[in-house]
């Protein structure tokens, strides 16, 4: 019935002509405006990256992966091991609160099972995508899930050569 349709569903094929859907929908689920990519999306990966964002992928294993767990949709901290200049390893938490979009190849998640993949694609702003090729270049990166409801974001600083980079 119309009264019993959720705010933001579509009631015509219409206004949905040429339209991609950024999220999988179940049969008889109304379409809503946020499963949609913008107007004019050609879809894909680039559909669901927030505006202002990119995508960079990196690559895992299944421990720095967190063993399979890490699946699109969910949050990471990303850690860089690093050796100073004595050869003393330390970890620094690199970025905080990073979406997973993408594990391998997959942007959807079909059930809660953990995925071991061998590359995870992350949305980051162009700064914190500087950021972590740095640190990927410095040193080894490990990903920590978090709580996606954890919204506290987590200081962090890399120190490269001879400065310290925040």
Do not use: W
């Not at 999220?23 to 894909?44: D, N």
């Not at 970890?91 to 959807?108: D, M, N």
């Not at 950021?131 to 990166?141: F, K, N, P, V």
Request: glycine content about 8%; charged content about 25%; proline content about 5%.
């Amino acid at each position: 019935p119309k009264n019993s349709l959720p705010p933001g569903a579509h009631l015509s094929t219409e206004k949905l002509d040429g339209r991609v859907l950024k999220a999988s929908l179940q049969r008889g689920e109304p379409v809503l405006e946020a499963k949609l990519a913008p107007q004019g999306t050609q879809g894909g990966l680039s559909a669901v990256i927030s505006e202002g964002k990119r995508a960079i992928t990196v690559r895992v294993n299944d421990v720095i992966g967190v063993a399979g767990f890490a699946l699109p949709g969910s949050y990471v901290d990303i850690l860089a091991n690093i050796k100073d200049r004595s050869g003393q390893s330390y970890s620094k938490v690199v970025l905080s609160r990073v979406k997973v979009l993408a594990v391998a190849q997959e942007t959807e998640v079909d059930t809660n099972k953990p995925k071991i993949v061998n590359a995870v694609t992350l949305e980051l702003s162009p700064q914190e995508s500087e950021r972590l090729d740095l640190a990927r270049s410095i040193g080894s990166l490990s990903l920590v899930l978090r709580n996606e409801l954890d919204k506290e974001l987590l200081f962090h600083s890399l120190l490269c050569g001879q400065g310290l980079i925040l």
